[in-house]
T-cell receptor, first 114, second 113 residues
Framework: GESVGLHLPTLSVQEGDNSIINCAYS??????FIWYKQESGKGPQFIID?????DKRQGQRVTVLLNKTVKHLSLQIAATQPGDSAVYFC?????????????FGSGTQLTVLP | NAGVTQTPKFQVLKTGQSMTLQCAQD?????MYWYRQDPGMGLRLIYY???????DKGEVPNGYNVSRLNKREFSLRLESAAPSQTSVYFC????????????FGSGTQLSVL
């Protein structure tokens, strides 16, 4: 079956810089995408989501970009802070309304350097 | 507001032992899920319950059973634990309208020796 993948397993950024975490997906039928943050020893925490009828969505210090042409999803974190250090997962859903079909990537470890 | 609560947080079992992982949510969600997370892999769905009284298999159901006790509680049972079931287990519940966003508990770290 199709699955979500990540370009880089680790990413290190300087505090205050912007972070960009990438995600590739292969299922062209996916219409919903979501980013989670997972701190060590904790459960995944929702960050932001986007539907396939949008190219960009902004939250507080975070922006998700969706490029359906190349099946690419990215999470941008502005002014990265030490508290942003975590593993970031993307997930896609090929069947609207069914969380059962969420396919998760393996995650990118973001480390914020002082 | 506690959200999704899982117990225990840590557990060590011997091969062949049984145990039940407990999960409760206080958000009045209809749907609840059990996932496992292994190093270097994404979350994989074990079982889910779309509503009270119903359960369905996910991607990796072998070796597990579940019970949707009521709307709040969804338990996961290992009848005869195996080392391959060493993992971190997450319970989640879902907003019933407005998308597929899942709310996760803090996880149970299970080791089977």
């Amino acid at each position: 079956g199709e699955s979500v993948g990540l370009h880089l397993p680790t990413l290190s950024v300087q505090e205050g810089d912007n972070s960009i975490i990438n995600c590739a997906y292969s299922n062209s039928a996916s219409d919903y995408f979501i980013w989670y943050k997972q701190e060590s020893g904790k459960g995944p925490q929702f960050i932001i989501d986007i539907r396939s009828n949008m190219d960009k969505r902004q939250g507080q210090r975070v922006t998700v970009l969706l490029n359906k042409t190349v099946k690419h999803l990215s999470l941008q974190i502005a002014a990265t802070q030490p508290g942003d250090s975590a593993v970031y997962f993307c997930a896609e859903n090929a069947i609207p309304g069914s969380a059962r079909q969420l396919t998760f990537g393996s995650g990118t470890q973001l480390t914020v350097l002082p | 507001n506690a959200g999704v609560t899982q117990t225990p947080k840590f557990q060590v079992l011997k091969t062949g032992q049984s145990m039940t992982l407990q999960c409760a949510q206080d958000m009045n969600h209809n749907s609840m899920y059990w996932y496992r997370q292994d190093p270097g892999m994404g979350l994989r769905l074990i079982y889910y319950s779309a509503s009270e009284g119903t359960t369905d298999k996910g991607e990796v159901p072998n070796g597990y059973n579940v019970s949707r006790l009521n709307k709040r509680e969804f338990s996961l049972r290992l009848e005869s634990a195996a080392p391959s079931q060493t993992s971190v287990y997450f319970c989640a519940s879902r907003v019933d309208r407005g998308g597929e966003k899942l709310f996760f508990g803090s996880g149970t770290q299970l080791s089977v020796l």
